[in-house]
């Protein structure tokens, strides 16, 4: 979920900057012989655990004290108290989040309502880090604080920072919400005042996932190292008198490999934060099977095509993603979807289209050429490369009798297996399994010729029948992007280009760009021990191409499409777009003209415009799309910096999204009220979520300046805590605990820093062991001596 | 010692070899001798390989100069000369490589990835060890002048404004930070002959800014 740090600003007692004081340097050498066994019983030290014993310095506490964390330990969401010790927190009660997700069609709205309560009687500025899917667009926050209500507006990050310090210093409550990573938000409030509730709600826009026939939607609710599902399993149900035409159901037992996340006990752990979760589902088509994966849901059937969820347990602690699939009803998974938005004088398009699918029984229409590429070089060593070499010798296996293949092996040298792509007969697939199975980690990495190899097409223009596929395999970091997406663009030729990066590769951004110049996919990869099962799931998926050659035309208006370049599409896939259109006042007319080819049958759909369902934020997702395409622009230098910033901050100005040079920013001035004026519910611009109380929220005495009043103690707010939960945390006690380790703020007029706790640059290890080295060195061969010495002079005597 | 003595020793021990046994004492100490010839060895390499590389790394970064493309040093080498450091006052001079990862830190001082390159917006970071690149760190003082040259010509000038120790992984630098900046970070303390938790930071803010084939523009006086 997310992460709230409060920090009561302080006259700072920190760790000032030290200055090093001039270090004599003796002679490390002369030193050691000194100290000889000294220095040994240090090496020893030194190689084994030295790592070991400053890892445990950082993680030691304080037993007379509260426990100190660190944002770094918190994994899901957490209320963090400043302590007067620098970059140590405590972790506060927290009251409980909702999620309000509706679908509609091919969008989805989310609405996070979250609450927090300082329950110190100083005044606190929360600093607040929350997670939002990847494609998720955020274009509103509001707030309610105590007694006041805030409107975010958007505004240039910087321009955004300076409104909120000055407001921040002159004392009014303020609020900024910037963006740290694509998918990392942090919001920071300024002046909570003592006991004061914090309530937060955000919006976002966010594309529907669809793959083969199931639509998704995922809630992340972990900061942190990612629970990762399995991927969803399907079966094919393919019922006598079906006449070939089946349906997918879900593995009976989709959690086979997974091992149920252990539950942390309320009484010895800080209590976890509870979430409400409930989906409006309104996919656009009768739905078939509407699954929870990893929390127990209950649903109401509204219509056919509209389903209401909740949590059947009521609030649930936020220590796994909340992810739903749906499917269609049986045979009625839409083929064609088609949104529109108007905003201002242009009009923003959704396309998806799906290809009519190919028969299961069927085979693959086309024979493939397949050359595979696989990364040898030295990092690759130890499992990536065993992982590697069974599931390309397992796609040997799966090649039929009429295709074609070759396999290329690189490092900083490269080896083509044959000439050109040869026959798959038994014999040569003995031979290249053999030539894999030979392979050895080593040496450096050098993609571009291995590259050039692969797409060295000798049949090019000659044969259009054959699928003519590249799977290119490494864990490298591509330094030469320009390079190699040049030569992707220039010698693609027929072939689709399927990118595989292993590990945590930097640039898996670019790849992806790689990939889609060459009109393939990227597969990312994160562990070794994934790479089996992952790359299965790519060559199964190669085997089934379903329309290849596929591009789109907007007839009728200038349009503005992203992407630019179309991919080929596989089972199930449907093909997805998004544009602007420019039209005026003219009516709505004209058409998305989409062609490619099927077998060998060419294919063309025609959508109309004037069809076009209204849709809600398509112009956001297209704004969100085109950011991206700005930032691959500068990262290939095809753009300068300037020239991408601006055309980032002119979408996310034009289209009110908050952006890595966006941010949203409130000052206290909606509405302005009146000292000693509560609140009503009409003031309140924000749906609370279902079961949370107004009253009970923002109800209560009113405060004074200086004094905690409005106090709403934890244990009344959200009737929904488990009562574990509450007695866990009692808030007389949080209190007492806290005060202790905090400094007093007596008004709140006062100018004060922001500390911004921002995510650390972690510095590498950079210290070598050639001293140590040094030493042991001469150590032994003074040893050696004194033996040679006394063995001297035993033969003497 | 006599050279009859001598000779009989020299007999001895040849009767040793000839009989085909060495005597264990004299194994032991040969083979001390060996470990401690290859313990010095590698942790001379250490050295060695930090300096050479420079060479190499040198070379190719004026190619990259002149190309405006970075230039691989060695043909397998997984990095590549993104910049050269400059502190006029010491007369240190390095290269600096794309990424700073325990093999190409062994090269040179590395430019952390997820961090800006100098003169661009945030906070940019290059890391190097305290006991060769940046050796030179725990003589800057704050005042003195960095400059920074990157592969396609872009030149920076930067003034030391403070220096910190810091842990490894609460650095308190945020790459994304408004301002120009930069931070060269190496291993604390100097003198440790162990690897630690702590960091030595150099804090720098941007001074000048120059593009290629532009008279340099100041952008602010250090205060």
């Known amino acids: 979920m997310s992460t709230l740090i409060v920090s009561i600003p302080p006259p700072r007692l920190t760790r000032s900057r030290t200055e090093p004081a001039p270090f004599p340097m003796p002679h490390a050498a002369l030193t050691a012989i000194v100290h000889f066994c000294l220095v040994i019983v240090v090496a020893i030290a030194a190689l084994s655990g030295g790592n070991a014993t400053a890892q445990s310095s950082q993680t030691e506490v304080q037993s007379a004290q509260p426990k100190l964390v660190t944002p770094a330990d918190m994994k899901s969401g957490a209320l963090l108290m400043k302590s007067n010790e620098e970059g140590r927190f405590i972790e506060a009660p927290r009251l409980g989040a909702d999620y309000d997700v509706t679908v509609s069609g091919p969008t989805l709205r989310g609405r996070v309502t979250q609450m927090f309560h300082n329950p110190t009687e100083g005044w606190v500025e929360a600093i607040y880090v929350y997670p939002l899917s990847e494609g998720a667009a955020v274009d509103s926050m509001k707030m309610v604080i105590g007694s006041r209500v805030i409107v975010a507006e958007i505004k240039e990050r910087q321009e955004a920072k300076r409104i909120f310090e000055a407001a921040n210093a002159a004392g009014q409550k303020a609020a900024l919400m910037e963006q740290e990573r694509p998918n990392i938000?942090?919001?920071?409030?300024?002046?909570?005042?003592?006991?004061?509730?914090?309530?937060?709600?955000?919006?976002?826009q966010e594309p529907v996932r669809q793959s083969a026939d199931t639509f998704s939607l995922r809630i992340p609710l972990v900061v942190g190292p990612r629970y990762n599902p399995p991927p969803l399993v399907q079966v094919v149900d393919l019922s006598p008198g079906g006449e070939g035409w089946g349906r997918f159901v879900d593995d009976p037992v989709p959690d086979r490999s997974r091992i149920e996340p252990?539950?942390?006990?309320?009484?010895?752990?800080?209590?976890?934060?509870?979430?409400?979760?409930?989906?409006?589902?309104?996919?656009?088509?009768?739905?078939?099977?509407?699954?929870?994966?990893q929390h127990a849901v209950s649903e109401t059937q509204d219509t056919e095509t509209t389903r209401t969820l909740k949590l059947s347990s009521g609030a649930v602690p936020a220590d796994r993603d909340f992810e739903l699939t749906w499917t269609a009803a049986a045979a009625a998974t839409p083929s064609v979807g088609l949104f529109r938005e108007r905003v201002g004088d242009s009009d923003y398009i959704l396309a998806f289209v799906t290809p009519p699918a190919l028969k299961e029984t069927q085979p693959a229409a086309l024979p493939r050429e397949v050359i595979f590429v696989i990364d040898n070089s030295g990092s690759m060593g130890g499992t990536s490369i065993r992982e590697a070499k069974a599931s390309l010798i397992d796609a040997l296996g799966r090649l039929k009798a009429e295709d074609r293949f070759n396999v290329i092996r690189f490092d900083n040298t490269f080896d083509v297996l044959y000439p050109d792509t040869m026959a798959a007969t038994p014999a040569n697939l003995v031979d290249a399994k053999r030539f894999v199975d030979r392979l050895q980690a080593s040496g450096g990495t050098e993609m571009l010729p291995a590259m050039q190899?692969?797409?060295?097409?000798?049949r090019s223009g000659q044969d259009n029948r054959t699928l003519r596929q590249v799977v290119f395999l490494t864990d490298g970091a591509i330094?030469?992007?320009?390079?190699?997406?040049?030569?992707?663009?220039?010698?693609?030729?027929?072939?689709?280009?399927?990118?595989?990066?292993?590990?945590?590769?930097?640039?898996?951004?670019?790849?992806?760009?790689?990939?889609?110049?060459?009109?393939?996919?990227?597969?990312?990869?994160?562990?070794?021990?994934?790479?089996?099962?992952?790359?299965?799931?790519?060559?199964?998926?190669?085997?089934?191409?379903?329309?290849?050659?596929?591009?789109?035309?907007?007839?009728?208006?200038?349009?503005?499409?992203?992407?630019?370049?179309?991919?080929?599409?596989?089972?199930?896939?449907?093909?997805?777009?998004?544009?602007?259109?420019?039209?005026?006042?003219?009516?709505?007319?004209?058409?998305?003209?989409?062609?490619?080819?099927i077998g060998e049958q060419p294919w063309l759909a025609s959508l109309p415009l004037s069809g076009a369902v209204e849709g809600k934020g398509l112009s956001k997702l297209w704004a969100r799309r085109k950011i991206a395409d700005a930032e691959v622009a500068r990262t290939l230098r095809q753009i300068t910096m300037q020239e991408a910033d601006q055309r980032i901050l002119a979408l996310a100005l034009e289209h009110h999204l908050v952006s890595r040079l966006t941010s949203l920013v409130a000052v206290d001035k909606t509405p302005s009220r009146p000292q000693g004026v509560r609140l009503t519910r009409a003031d309140i611009p924000l749906n609370l979520p279902a079961g949370w109380d107004f009253e009970k929220v923002f109800g209560g005495p009113l405060p004074r300046d200086g004094q905690p009043g409005n106090l709403q103690l934890p244990g009344q707010l959200p009737h929904r805590l488990p009562p574990g939960q509450r007695a866990a945390a009692p808030p007389h006690l949080k209190q007492t605990r806290v005060a202790g380790n905090f400094q007093q703020v007596a008004s709140a007029s006062a100018p004060r820093p922001i500390n911004t706790q921002q995510p650390h640059v972690t510095l590498p290890k950079t210290a070598t062991d050639a001293e140590l080295r040094l030493i042991l060195g001469m150590i032994l061969l003074l040893a050696s001596a004194l033996a040679m010495a006394m063995r001297f002079r035993r033969v003497r005597s | 010692m006599k050279t009859e003595e001598a000779a009989s020793v020299l007999a001895t021990r040849r009767q040793g070899l000839h009989a085909g046994r060495i005597e264990p004492d004299v194994m032991f100490a040969a083979a001390l001798a060996i470990l401690g010839i290859a313990a010095m060895t590698q942790g001379g390499w250490i050295f060695a390989k930090a300096q050479l590389a420079q060479i190499l790394l040198d070379r190719a970064f004026n190619e990259s100069l002149a190309t405006g493309r970075p230039v691989k040093p060695w043909s397998w080498?997984?990095?590549?000369?993104?910049?050269?450091?400059?502190?006029?006052?010491?007369?240190?001079?390095?290269?600096?490589?794309?990424?700073?990862?325990?093999?190409?830190?062994?090269?040179?001082?590395?430019?952390?990835?997820?961090?800006?390159?100098?003169?661009?917006?945030?906070?940019?970071?290059?890391?190097?060890?305290?006991?060769?690149?940046?050796?030179?760190?725990?003589?800057?003082?704050?005042?003195?002048?960095?400059?920074?040259?990157?592969?396609?010509?872009?030149?920076?000038?930067?003034?030391?404004?403070?220096?910190?120790?810091?842990?490894?992984?609460?650095?308190?630098?945020?790459?994304?930070?408004?301002?120009?900046?930069?931070?060269?970070?190496?291993?604390?303390?100097?003198?440790?002959?162990?690897?630690?938790?702590?960091?030595f930071l150099v804090h720098a803010e941007l001074v000048q800014l120059a593009v290629p084939d532009a008279a340099f523009a100041v952008v602010r006086e250090p205060s």
């Not at chain 1, 920071?188 to 006991?195: E, F, H, M, Q, S």
Request: with cysteine.
């Open chain 1, 479 to 597: 330094g030469n992007e320009n390079q190699l997406i040049e030569a992707v663009a220039g010698m693609r030729g027929r072939s689709r280009i399927f990118m595989v990066g292993i590990g945590s590769a930097p640039n898996s951004f670019l790849m992806t760009r790689v990939a889609e110049t060459g009109r393939g996919s990227f597969t990312h990869i994160a562990s070794p021990e994934q790479v089996d099962e992952r790359m299965r799931a790519l060559f199964e998926k190669l085997e089934q191409p379903a329309v290849t050659g596929v591009s789109a035309k907007v007839m009728g208006h200038a349009a503005d499409v992203t992407p630019e370049a179309l991919p080929d599409l596989y089972r199930g896939e449907p093909m997805v777009l998004t544009a602007r259109l420019t039209r005026g006042e003219a009516p709505l007319s004209g058409s998305i003209d989409v062609a490619g080819t």
């Open chain 2, 77 to 199: 080498a997984d990095t590549w000369p993104v910049a050269r450091i400059e502190v006029p006052r010491l007369g240190a001079r390095v290269i600096v490589l794309a990424g700073a990862s325990g093999q190409a830190l062994a090269f040179g001082p590395g430019h952390v990835e997820s961090t800006p390159a100098p003169g661009d917006p945030g906070t940019a970071v290059y890391s190097a060890h305290r006991d060769t690149h940046f050796r030179f760190l725990k003589d800057v003082r704050v005042g003195d002048r960095i400059d920074i040259i990157q592969f396609d010509g872009r030149k920076s000038q930067f003034t030391v404004m403070s220096t910190e120790v810091v842990q490894w992984n609460t650095s308190g630098i945020d790459a994304a930070s408004p301002g120009h900046r930069l931070v060269l970070a190496t291993c604390w303390p100097f003198d440790a002959r162990t690897a630690g938790p702590d960091r």
């Open chain 1, 185 to 204: 938000f942090t919001n920071t409030v300024a002046n909570i005042g003592p006991g004061e509730t914090v309530v937060i709600e955000l919006e976002y």
């Open chain 1, 262 to 293: 252990s539950v942390l006990d309320p009484a010895l752990h800080a209590p976890t934060n509870p979430v409400t979760i409930s989906v409006r589902l309104a996919a656009g088509f009768p739905l078939g099977i509407v699954k929870s994966h």
């Open chain 1, 453 to 458: 190899a692969a797409l060295a097409d000798p």
